[in-house]
């Protein structure tokens, strides 16, 4: 008898054993089948994008870029490292330069007057959107090829990991008239300037902290806009160093702008301050392998 309960509740421990196994298996993301994530033209996300934006069919643009980025979260969801295929990364790569090509014709499209279009506004932050997704696919070992689009498209972080494949591309940025584009490579050129950043030489890193000190605005007791955006990426970048030089640079910079009597609680002279403890911490931090 003993032995035929324990017989018994051998088995139903084995039952719920493989139940609650089946279960937990159920509830593991399961990995993208590599044909579910294969990209071709035409398809919903170039809706759109092959014709001249104009304000007078706002109510055509809206609802396409609607089904745009409906399909650009269902691909991402479904395959958050992007494609794996070739020829399917150079459809992605051609989507998000169509994206933005698309969005700068908007900007300098005729004005939409008094067109009533609050959904309009959408326009204006798709190309955060657009980077936040580049961000999450752009893969050095794989996408060389797409530099260009990379530097149009994606923030400091993303642009740095490409290392000298983009510097050209980036300095061009650099020397553009477009503040937002200057921003996001004076912050990519902060990037290389780390200790752990191995790909640049000493004198290349020198060159870029260089053009950062140069970026950098003369102190002025109104800085707003542009400037203010300039001078914050600037001593942004400039915190990633480990050289005296910028140290230096930073501290004169703040001793300019602290003699105009802004007080210490300014925001750029807080980033200021902010970059100083950060090029001493990383002089005091090994270098990474």
């Known amino acids: 008898m003993h032995s035929a309960a324990f017989n018994s509740s051998d088995r139903v421990a084995t039952c719920v054993l493989v139940l609650l196994l089946t279960t937990v298996g159920s509830m593991s993301p399961s990995r993208a089948n590599p044909e579910d994530c294969r990209l071709k033209k035409p398809s919903d996300l170039f809706l759109g994008l092959d014709t001249s934006p104009d304000w007078k069919h706002y109510r055509q643009m809206v609802e396409q870029s609607m089904v745009r980025d409906r399909a650009r979260e269902t691909f991402f969801k479904t395959c958050p490292n992007g494609p794996a295929d070739a020829e399917s990364r150079a459809v992605l790569f051609s989507y998000f330069s169509q994206e933005v090509e698309f969005l700068d014709a908007l900007r300098n499209a005729p004005s939409r007057n008094s067109a009533d279009c609050g959904e309009c506004e959408a326009f204006i932050y798709q190309a955060d959107t657009l ?18 689009v990379v530097a149009r498209v994606g923030d400091a972080e993303t642009m740095a990991r490409f290392g000298p494949a983009i510097e050209g591309d980036v300095r061009l940025l650099l020397d553009g008239d477009v503040y ?40 002025a007791v109104s800085m707003m806009g542009n400037p203010y955006f300039l001078a914050n990426s600037a001593l942004k970048g400039l915190g990633h160093a ?45 270098i990474e392998k």
């Open 131 to 148: 980077r936040k997704a580049l961000a999450q696919v752009a893969d050095p070992a794989r996408d060389v090829a797409w530099v260009r």
């Open 180 to 219: 937002r584009d200057r921003t996001r490579a004076l912050e990519t050129l902060g990037l290389w300037l780390s200790p752990s950043e191995s790909r640049f030489s000493s004198e290349e890193k020198s060159a870029f902290r260089d053009l950062l000190v140069a970026a950098l605005p003369r102190p």
């Open 242 to 286: 480990t050289d005296v030089e910028s140290e230096k640079a930073v501290q004169e910079w703040l001793d300019w702008y602290d003699a105009l009597g802004l007080g210490p609680n300014d925001t750029l002279a807080r980033s200021a301050r902010k970059s100083l403890q950060s090029i001493r911490k990383n002089r005091e931090r090994p």
